[in-house]
Structure formats: C-alpha cells, structure tokens
C-alpha cells in the first residue's frame, strides 16, 4: 500500500512536491502555488521491468519504460531515461489502473482520484493536428 515519503528533497526553481511509494509503485506529485496538481509520474514495477506513466496538463498521459543505462561499457553509471512506449495498450492501462486502485487506498483522496482519472483516460493513439 502506498505511503507518503517524508522530508522529500524540493527543487528550487521547480513546484512543490509530494511523493509516495510502496514495493511496487512510485508517485511523485507536483503541485501549483495554489495547490492544484501541476503533473505527475507513476513509476511500477520498481523492483523489475520499471516502468512509468507522465501526466501533464499540456502532454497529457503517456506511458514509459524505463532504461535503467546499466550494462553499458561506455556509460557503466548511466542515469536512468525515459523511453516513449507507443504500443502500450488500453486494457495493459487499465491493469495498472486496478491494482494502482488497491494500492492508493491510503494516501490523499483527491490525489488518488485525480491519478486514476488520468489512468483512465489514457489512449495510446491520441489525435495529431
């Protein structure tokens, strides 16, 4: 079940933030002056095939997997990156969405709420103008 970190290390220059974390997932939470969700990231599978879905009001929410950069002679200390998942499915969002369901049971309500809703309104083949 997810819980919240205390004394999370805040970046100056970058909104306020909130994280919470469990064996299996990480949500870090950025928030407005006035309190209002700026954007989000939900990393799973920490301790596996680590993986994340970003949420923000102008991208909307995509999902990610995550290079860790191990394993590279030339880079042996990589840090971890994102890599776009475009064949990320509908029914593999609504997994997560279940068990990240389970899993918010204990942390802020509206925060719990307004993540799911964006899960849920995920779609891997958004419109392009």
């Not at 102008?58 to 776009?84: F, M, S």
């Amino acid at each position: 079940m997810l819980h919240e970190k205390q004394n999370v290390r805040q970046i100056p220059g970058e909104p306020l933030r909130r994280w919470f974390a469990d064996d299996y997932f990480e949500l870090i939470v950025w928030f407005s002056p006035s309190q209002e969700i700026e954007a989000f990231e939900l990393s799973y599978e920490v301790q596996g095939d680590w993986q994340a879905i970003k949420w923000s009001p102008l991208k909307g929410c995509h999902h990610y997997q995550i290079d860790a950069g191990e394993g590279r002679a030339y880079k042996p200390q990589a840090v971890p990156t994102l890599q776009l998942d475009s064949n990320f499915s509908k029914a593999e969002m609504r997994a997560i969405y279940q068990k990240f369901q389970a899993a918010s049971q204990g942390i802020d309500s509206d925060i719990a709420r307004f993540v799911a809703q964006q899960i849920l309104r995920y779609d891997p083949h958004p419109v392009k103008w």
